[in-house]
């Protein structure tokens, strides 16, 4: 396994694969100057000794704002860039898949939330966008050439904050955050959300705090979330009931205390999710990040390091071809490139 | 800037414009409208920025007296405050993002220094608190990393490599080394490297050719590298007079590997030469070879560079005397008579001359005092000893290079030349001294490590508490210092716990009060990041506090499931029962449609505030209140739906039940009792049954009795007086009353 920092000299605001290889989409902020930019690069990788991979910047855009959260995605035609910013605003770049330059402004639409929105997934194909926010709301944003069209799914006034959120089905989605447990929501049942996971689990002090999470691509029943005190918990939407702890303080059997501070990202490894699949009660390998350094996969109950950094790693993004190669933002303005062998 | 200069007057600041200047000035025009005669209001931003704000009068009735005031700033009406930023300090020609970068950089190997160091303290233990012996060799693994970290290693100008090909020229251009770096590994040499005693000249001519380019503007490297450009258009080198000044100079400071590449660009060598300038073209081959085998006092040489190298010391001796005395012969050989080329002949009897170390020529041909010491320990003394009279011949040096003139005023020419000769003659004070004055607060804190490596005298100089610093020593003063650095940036503040942690006086306070002042209510995500840093140096109370800040501001901006999550987090049990408290009003207050909806969101909240905190009376109450709410709610939903009276009784009965726990004693503040009894009319109006019996009934009026009475002594808290009107406790009261007689005919 190979591990390279690749300084940047700005903080890495969110770091993405994109659908071509070795291409990142990267949301940088300039600390002296205060300017943000959206730049695609490409990860030369020169696979010498003694050569330490590199960035080329391919095309930049400047951006009004910092981005919360970055997601990436692509249809027949184009590859989809979208972020959300401080500003409460939802931006979405469509980039030529053959030619990918940031030539064009991005499709904008303001003032979707009022306090930083926290999360936003964005659909393969129809490139439907799914926005959430500490300030409680949910908003369904269609992207089309003509522009963005927003609705507001819920909105409980702040009562709820949600700080993450994924795409589970065309129609459905999970969605996490602040004193709200896991919430499954169906776009076409527009009352509430479908199912509810408790609010609490063991070990939480007072109420955790979920960050990311991460629904299983073919069983849709399962997801993962992350959040404080290095939690990893697992939520089956057959047993709605229950919360199962992969790691974190609390855990019966089977849990393992890999990280203890806050686990920022979580995602389902799609590296080892293609053949073998085992039994169905278990719960494939997970990948996650925390703020004390740890990028680690979580596999039956056991963890494995996959790098061990001196500063928080923000988040990271898996690549979507063969899931061999990561990308992690991390808070020394720098990308960490981690090579697994496939 | 805005300069006081009176009591009345306000100067503006030159440069009214809104971007930043030149000179990194900001003038930020703000709108307020805060009331009362013009402020200026002078506060520290981040950094080393000084915010001076100027507030003119806000408010409608601006204009007249603000023009009496100040005329300049008056007639601006664009904005009626500015809010100037300026810089203070010395400019620094260093890139932030570089500086920050070397932060992140050097922050792991101190840290790792640091834990070494407290492991050898405990294993010796403790109490004499000395360093071990081999302690040095940890540092020297220290310095070498930060050395690493502060830039690539570089010879001298354009190395053999160069002077042939003429390729990397560029590449040079655009990194030079940096005068810390130059400092750092000097200062390793002399505190940390018990290994280079053995061999000190020849550590110096390296160190020289690293760094000859940093230590000031007219050195040989300068030199060099102009005769270098030259070489490109000259087929006769030899002709010209600063071909052989240049290799004289390069013989002097030990570049070889230069001298030798240029002596083989001599004239003689070309093909069409040969015959005629058979004698010259030999003696410049002899005295490139005699240089090539020169013996040097080192444990080994780079593959390929020309010279011996000899770490045994006899063996060098015998050597070098074999070898002097090669060149002395050569100096009287019979050979120069027939060198017809007078330029050649002058030229290598000069080389010889430096080689047989004649003092005069040593001193013209190098031209900074550094070069000269190197040039005098090379050829000289190369048998020196480090310590003993260094320090004397680097002042002789000085001297004699100041008396040529070229230095008018040393310090304007040559600013590290105090700190050098400090360094060179273990001068710890000055070292100190002059590094604080030259430097960034970065290289003090780390560079303390090298100083207290071997030396005894400067462990106790700089490890003594000293009470003039508040009691704090000399390391500890300038870890506090950068700490403060790097606590001023909202990318560095997280390194900043790293170096306050062993600060064993202040840090920890320093620690407390940098964390207290993180803008937390901006980003949950800062918060976390503070708070994980509480978790490594177990800090509870900040901890507690900056939970209970972030609490507190979600709470005020209506985002109520986060404000509990935090003030949990905080377990702040009064600021929950506040809460909790407050979240009954929203529901209790009217009884509007939108309650029901309020109620099923509150049903999140009321399941986190969750039944463990049973020690909040408000909460308890809450838990209980959601439940019969709920409960009366299903209660009419299936009225409206379902009208099967088996059920409808049960879950009426059920409502009926939550009421009475809730309004047993010590469970409900009684201010909420007055709605609690209205819902209970609700309850006592079921038209097909008595729901509540005789027994329950008389509770229910004997809490309405207790209301009455408190309203009659005056003594409701926090209830409105109008809403206990007589009327509302006689409607109550009427309905209970048809209530019990209802239970009497049903019992």
Known sequence: MEVHRIPQGQYVDAVRWLPMPSTVALSLCDADTGLSTLEISVLQDPDQEGQAPWMETHASWELNSRTTAMKTSSNQSNIAIALTSETGSLSVFLVDAMNPFLDSPPLVLERLHKFLPSALDIQKDTLQCVTVGSDGKINLVHAGQSGLHGDCLHDNHGVLSYSAVCWASPTEFVSAGQGTGIQWWDSRRPGGAVAQSPAKWAGADGVGMIHAVDVHPSRKHLCVVGGSGGTVLAWDLRRQNELFTLAGKGGKGGSSTIAEGEVWNVKLDPALQGGGQGESGKIPPVLMCSEDGILAIIESGVATELAVEVCAINSFDVDLELGTEIVCALEHESVLYVKRPS | ?747
């Open chain 2, 1 to 747: 800037m805005p300069n006081l200069s009176g009591a009345r007057e306000l100067v503006p600041y030159a440069k009214p414009s809104s971007s930043a200047g030149e000179d990194g000035v900001v003038v930020h025009t703000v709108h307020h409208s805060v009331a009362g005669s013009p402020r200026v209001l002078v506060s520290w931003g981040p950094g080393n920025t000084l915010c001076v704000s100027y507030l003119a009068q806000g408010g409608g009735g601006e204009g007249d007296q603000d023009v009496v005031m100040n005329p300049r700033f008056g007639d601006e009406n664009a904005g009626n405050g500015k809010v100037v930023e300026v810089k203070l300090g010395k400019k620094d020609d260093r890139p932030p993002a570089e500086k920050r970068a070397l932060a992140y950089s050097s922050v792991q190997a101190f840290a790792f220094l640091q834990n070494q160091k407290l492991m050898m303290l405990q294993h010796d233990g403790g109490p004499s608190r000395t360093v071990t012996s081999d302690w040095w060799q940890t540092v020297l693994d220290f310095s070498q990393t930060i050395s690493g970290t502060l830039g690539p290693s570089f010879g001298p100008p354009g190395s053999a490599t160069d002077f042939s090909g003429f390729s990397s020229k560029e590449v040079q251009e655009s990194s030079t080394p940096k005068i810390e770096k130059a400092i750092w590994d000097l200062v390793e040499i002399f505190y940390v490297d018990k290994n280079a005693a053995s061999w000190l000249p020849e550590r110096l001519v390296d160190w020289l050719a690293s760094y000859d380019v940093v230590l000031s503007s007219a050195t040989l490297y300068t030199k060099l590298t102009k005769l270098q450009q030259k070489l490109i258009i000259l087929r006769f080198p030899e002709d010209d007079q600063e071909y052989w000044d240049g290799i004289a100079s390069a013989l002097a400071v030990g570049w070889l590997d230069i001298v030798v590449s240029l002596l083989r660009m001599h004239g003689s060598y070309q093909h069409d030469q040969i015959d005629n300038r058979n004698v010259e073209n030999g003696l410049v081959e002899t005295v490139a070879v005699l240089i090539s085998k020169m013996p040097r006092l080192r444990p080994s040489l780079p593959a390929g560079a020309p010279g011996q190298a000899f770490n045994f010391k006899p063996e060098f001796s015998k050597a070098w005397e074999k070898w002097r005395s090669q060149v002395a012969k050569l100096d009287g050989s019979t050979y120069w008579g027939e060198c017809n080329h007078r330029e050649t002949l002058r030229g290598l009897k000069k080389l010889l001359k430096v080689l047989l170390g004649s003092i005069e020529d040593l001193l013209m041909a190098t031209s900074h005092w550094m070069e000269l010491l190197v040039a005098h320990l090379l050829h000289v003394q190369p048998f020196s000893k480090v310590s003993e009279g260094l320090a004397g011949y680097a002042v002789k040096c000085v001297e004699s290079k100041g008396d040529t003139g070229m230095n008018e005023s040393s310090l304007t020419n040559d600013p590290f030349q105090e700190l050098i000769l400090a360094i060179l003659s273990d001068d710890t004070e000055v070292v100190v001294a002059e590094c604080t004055r030259i430097f960034d607060p970065w290289l003090m804190a780390h560079v303390m490590e090298l100083l207290t490596a071997k030396s005894k005298y400067a462990q106790t100089l700089l490890k003594e508490e000293r009470y003039n610093l508040g009691g704090i020593s000399l390391e500890e003063l300038n870890r506090l210092f950068y700490a403060q650095v790097l606590a001023s940036h909202q990318l560095t503040w997280q390194l900043a716990p790293v170096y306050l942690s062993f600060c064993p006086r202040q840090g920890l306070g320093m620690l407390e009060a940098l964390l207290l002042r993180q803008p937390v209510t901006t980003s949950d995500r800062l918060a976390l990041k503070v708070l994980e840093v509480c978790r490594l140096y177990d800090l509870g109370a900040v901890a507690t506090s900056v939970n209970r800040i972030v609490g507190v501001h979600h709470w005020k901006h209506g985002r109520k499931g986060a404000g509990i999550a935090w003030l949990q987090r905080a377990k702040d049990d009064r600021r929950l029962a506040a809460v909790a408290d407050e979240l009954l009003e929203s529901v209790s207050l009217g009884m509007s449609g939108s309650q029901i909806e309020t109620l099923q969101q509150l049903e999140g909240l009321v399941d986190l505030l969750g039944s463990e905190l049973h020690s909040t009376q408000g909460l308890t109450f809450l838990h209980r209140y959601r439940d019969f709410k709920t409960g009366l709610h299903s209660m009419k939903e299936s009225r409206k739906q379902d009208p099967d009276p088996q059920k409808l009784a049960e879950k009426g009965r059920h409502a009926a039940d939550s009421l009475l726990q809730l309004l047993k004693p010590q469970v409900t503040p009684q201010r909420f009792w007055l709605p609690l009894l209205r819902d209970a009319v609700e309850l006592s109006e079921w038209p097909e049954q008595a729901l509540l019996g005789v027994h329950e009934t008389h509770v229910l009026l004997s809490r309405l009795q207790e209301l009455s009475l408190a309203k009659a002594r005056g003594d409701l808290e926090g209830i409105d007086s109008r809403d206990l009107s007589r009327q509302s406790l006689e409607r109550i009261r009427l309905a209970l009353a048809r209530n019990l007689g209802r239970a009497f005919l049903q019992e």
